[in-house]
């Protein structure tokens, strides 16, 4: 496709459950970033790949947080055993290279955790 | 700890007015600074970049400058109208690997 994609677009789920969230980078986009973005804030960094390399995953909140890229496209975003503070928008963002070149946007998933 | 600031404040100007949005960086040397519009609902769209090497970017009514000694980005946009009101976000990146992090944003409203 033209843009960055993410599915679901929404999803709710029961507190305890494991969520897949991905996203399909723009075609040839060497770097990935997923951030969680809350009402009124910007987006808050999790994680980002380049290729299929996990380059820095200091902003995952807690082990129940895990990505990955395997073959340098595609990315998934999984939470375990969701928690109700989990809920929020995240928003995945590709570029065609690394920092030096704007990211674009996806459309992001909203999560609801009930 | 790293921290980006931006006015969480909105900022109320009339059209035809420039608007002057703020960001400050501390505990940060960034290579690349980019500024981004959000609409309500979407996501963040780029709109310009400027290195730590460059003073000032200009892009039609748009206007970034980087002080790296202040450590400070003003973004302008002169000859503002209504469909300039956004949310603004800009965000830093260092050089080499280094992820792209970006400010609260501020929420510019034109007035006709």
């Known amino acids: 496709g033209a843009g960055v994609s993410q599915s679901p677009r929404y999803k709710v789920t029961k507190r305890g459950q494991d969520v897949a969230l991905r996203c399909d980078p723009i075609?040839?986009?060497?770097?990935l970033y997923w951030y969680r973005q809350a009402l009124g804030q910007g987006p808050e960094f999790l994680t980002y790949?380049?290729?299929?390399?996990?380059?820095?995953k200091s902003g995952l909140p807690n082990d129940r947080f895990s990505a990955e890229r395997p073959e340098g496209s595609i990315s998934t975003l999984t939470i375990q055993r969701t928690e109700q503070r989990d809920s929020a928008m995240y928003r995945c963002a590709s570029s065609l290279e690394q920092s030096n070149t704007e990211a674009f946007f996806g459309q992001g998933t909203r999560l609801t955790v009930v | 700890s790293q921290k980006i600031e931006q006015n969480s404040e909105a900022l109320n100007i009339q059209e035809g007015k420039t608007a002057t949005l703020t960001c400050n960086y501390t505990?940060?040397?960034?290579?690349?600074l980019q500024w981004y519009r959000q609409d309500p609902g979407r996501g963040p769209v780029f709109l310009l970049l400027?290195?730590?090497?460059?003073k000032e970017k200009r892009k039609e009514r748009l206007k970034v400058t980087f002080d790296t000694t202040l450590k400070q980005s003003l973004f302008h946009i002169t000859a503002s109208q209504p469909a300039d009101s956004a949310t603004y976000l800009c965000a830093l990146a260092g050089a080499g690997f280094q992820k792209l992090v970006f400010g609260t944003g501020t929420r510019l409203l034109v007035s006709p």
């Open positions: 400027i290195r730590e090497n460059e």
């Open positions: 075609s040839g986009h060497v770097s």
């Open positions: 505990n940060y040397s960034p290579a690349y």
């Open positions: 790949f380049n290729y299929e390399a996990q380059q820095d």
